[in-house]
Every structure is written in C-alpha cells, then in structure tokens.
C-alpha cells in the first residue's frame, strides 16, 4: 500500500526519514513529500498559497494506485483533510499526527510571525511548553537547521471543502501534546476546535505523549503507531 507523508510547517519530506524507514521495512511503499515553496531556504514562496499545497499532494495521489493512507503532521493534517475532500473515494485513511481535521473556512495558524512575507521558525520562545516536551537541545539544533520558511499564505489561507464524503474516510489522531482525554472532552463540550472531528463517521483517538515533533522525539514510536493505524 502507498502511504503519503505530508510534513508540517518549517519541514521538508526528510523530516520524515527515521519514520519512513521502518515504514519502508514493514511493507509499505512510502511517499515523504516536500511541498512547493519548502525545497529550499532560497526558494520563492512568495506566491504560494494553502491550495497550492493541496493541490501538490492531490497530484501524487491521483498518479497512485488507491486506496492511498495520507498522514499528516501539524498544519499537515490540514492539507490532508482537504485532499480526503477532493479525492474522498481515493484515500483509505488520513492519520492526522499531533493534528485534527481542519473544516471549511477554518485556519491553520495565522497567528505566527511573518517576516518579510513568508514564516521562518519562531524562536522557542514563542511555543507552548507542551510543543516542546522531548525536544532536547541537539533535536532543537537539528531542527533549526533543517527549518525552512513557510509560505505565510498556507498559514492564514481559509480551508475550502466542499464534499461531504470527506466524512466517510476513517480517520486516526495521533494525540502528542494534548492527550485523548482531553480531545473528547472538547468533543462533549461542543468546542468548535474538534468539530470538523466530530462529523467524521469513523475514527479513532490514540495517546503517543510526547511534544508537537514526535517524527524527531519518539519516531520509532510513530512509526509504530502509524503501522496499528494501517493495519485496520
């Protein structure tokens, strides 16, 4: 089977390498993607916008056999459900990591500080102490290193759906940050923040305690899980 990694921000689809090698040995034909404007620190991302996104990973999908799992990471997971929108009898399952569904008009982060156009890594600072659990000081190094700006337009573009089948493809969270708990407490609570969840017909919550990077903190762990996720 051919299963779609979809980075989050700041992160091409080598962030993904020591998730995709056991993914690899287990059988499964992996995709890593690197999405437009994320090849390089000097690329152009000026004009590039969260559609563009979707339509990149709705490109490698098409030119795949189905069904097709989609995982994605962070604002990723945004970019996932969009593509289980567009192509709803095409994907098997979207395991969203550290991420929920995005619904229609809602916004990644547009919240995070634009410089010069685009979004280069905050300082950490800037981060919930939650995000940052396991991410010791050579990960926080690697990290940085390896960051690219994102497209400021993917951070604050609005979601556009419009299929309601998108809510017929099984779905997985994998809670880092947050635990399971307290996702379906939002959910009695009506939060708006897991609605778009809430309409999916058949999915299941799964606890992996970590920081918001676990592709970096706990990959084997990921990778794991990611496998249970497939296997049903």
């Not at 990591?97 to 010069?116: A, K, M, Q, R, Y």
Request: proline residues 7%.
């Amino acid at each position: 089977m051919d299963i779609v990694l979809i980075p989050g921000f700041w992160l091409d689809g080598d962030s993904w390498n020591e998730v995709a090698a056991p993914l690899s040995r287990a059988g499964l034909t992996v995709h890593a993607l690197t999405l437009p404007g994320l090849e390089s620190r000097d690329a152009d991302r000026s004009a590039i916008g969260l559609r563009d996104h979707i339509d990149a990973v709705v490109a490698v999908v098409d030119a795949l056999p189905a069904p097709v799992v989609l995982v994605g990471h962070s604002g990723g997971g945004a970019i996932a459900h969009a593509v289980a929108d567009a192509r709803p009898d095409r994907i098997a399952r979207v395991i969203y990591v550290d991420s929920l569904p995005l619904g229609d008009g809602g916004l990644i982060n547009d919240e995070l500080p634009v410089v010069d156009g685009e979004v280069p890594l905050p300082d950490w600072s800037l981060f919930d102490g939650e995000d940052l659990v396991d991410l010791d000081d050579d990960l926080r190094e690697k990290f940085r290193a390896m960051s690219i700006p994102e497209p400021a337009r993917v951070t604050s573009d609005r979601q556009v759906l419009g299929d309601s089948r998108r809510y017929d493809v099984p779905a997985t969270v994998i809670a880092c940050e947050f635990r399971t708990e307290a996702i379906r407490s939002w959910m009695e609570q009506g939060n708006s923040f897991v609605a778009e969840l809430g309409r999916v017909k058949d999915f299941e919550l799964i606890d992996l305690p970590t920081g918001h990077w676990p592709q970096f903190t706990r990959p084997r762990e990921l990778a794991r899980a990611i496998l249970a996720a497939v296997g049903r």
